[in-house]
């Protein structure tokens, strides 16, 4: 049971983390969310990791060092894809499809790591592949002109799920080899370094130049993802990956909970029944 419990705190960290990325994208767009929930977050990595440093250094970090920035270079490739559908899409139909990178580190560590699922785990595989079909693709316009429609931010929702699920996988091993901390504060220090490059290459502004930054906003989201991270590593000390992974993803129903809440979103039948169907293989993925 005590395994449980980081995972379901990273949950709650994430969901409500996205839910107000996704109010922030859409004032000042997905890259400076970006970069500046990442600055944030780091900046309470700091705070915790100054007064611990000695306890928390480790000699096998510089050998890890080329996994973590390949986990870096995911973690930015999901973020901006990610981002970019909550821009312009529903919450509540592209956060269930980003959360869907669970099944993707757990089939992953089935592979490589020889973990096993039950019966009823391959059964919640298939529900949350159902899940994801139903929610993105628009059945009655596939019928109506044979051709397939992708509902708005399902693109970039689908290519969050597999560059987060793959870096998550990735990051167990230097969590495991390292310890808990200096994997998840690295990955994120270089992260920062390679969008900070991208944007000055593309002359993109650091500061949104026509109103107000939500720097309290900004703050919130960074600090909450950085705990989600944080309580992830955790977990995965304790228990499979297959088993944390899966349940920390199941963030999805706090967005999508949040996202119908205060946003007022409206959903199909469809969009309904495809969402709990993930959400559901999410949950019975984990027992």
């Not at 929930?37 to 915790?48: A, E, T």
């Not at 440093?53 to 270079?73: E, K």
């Not at 981002?83 to 919450?91: A, S, T």
Request: hydrophobic share 60%; with cysteine; glycine share 8%.
């Amino acid at each position: 049971m005590h395994a449980i419990i980081p995972g379901v705190v990273s949950m709650f960290s994430w969901g409500v983390a996205i839910f107000l990325a996704a109010i922030v994208s859409r004032k000042i767009g997905n890259i400076l969310t970006l970069l500046w929930m990442q600055v944030f977050g780091l900046l309470v990595g700091f705070l915790y990791y100054l007064p611990n440093v000695h306890a928390i250094s480790s000699p096998n970090l510089a050998a890890a060092l080329p996994v973590i920035f390949v986990i870096a270079i995911l973690q930015l490739i999901a973020y901006l894809a990610f981002y970019k559908g909550l821009e312009k899409g529903q919450v509540s139909l592209v956060s269930p499809l980003g959360a869907s990178w669970g099944l993707i580190s757990a089939l992953l560590g089935v592979i490589f790591y020889k973990e096993h699922f039950a019966f009823h785990q391959v059964g919640a595989v298939l529900l949350i592949l159902a899940g994801i079909i139903g929610l993105s693709i628009d059945i009655k316009k596939l019928f109506s002109s044979k051709k397939v429609a992708l509902t708005v931010g399902v693109k970039e929702g689908v290519i969050a799920m597999f560059a987060w699920g793959i870096s998550l996988f990735l990051l167990v091993m230097p969590t495991k080899s390292v310890n808990w901390f200096l994997p998840t504060f690295v990955f994120r220090l270089i992260l920062i370094v390679c969008l900070s490059l991208y944007m000055m290459a593309t002359k993109t502004p650091f500061i949104q130049k026509k109103g107000r930054m939500p720097w309290g906003q900004l703050f919130v989201i960074g600090a909450f993802d950085f705990a989600a991270f944080m309580s992830l590593s955790l977990g995965e000390l304790q228990a499979n990956s297959s088993f944390i992974l899966p349940i920390a993803s199941a963030y999805a129903l706090v967005t999508v909970a949040l996202a119908w809440i205060f946003l007022k979103e409206k959903m199909t039948p469809r969009h309904i029944i495809a969402a709990l169907a993930i959400i559901a293989g999410i949950a019975a993925i984990s027992i």
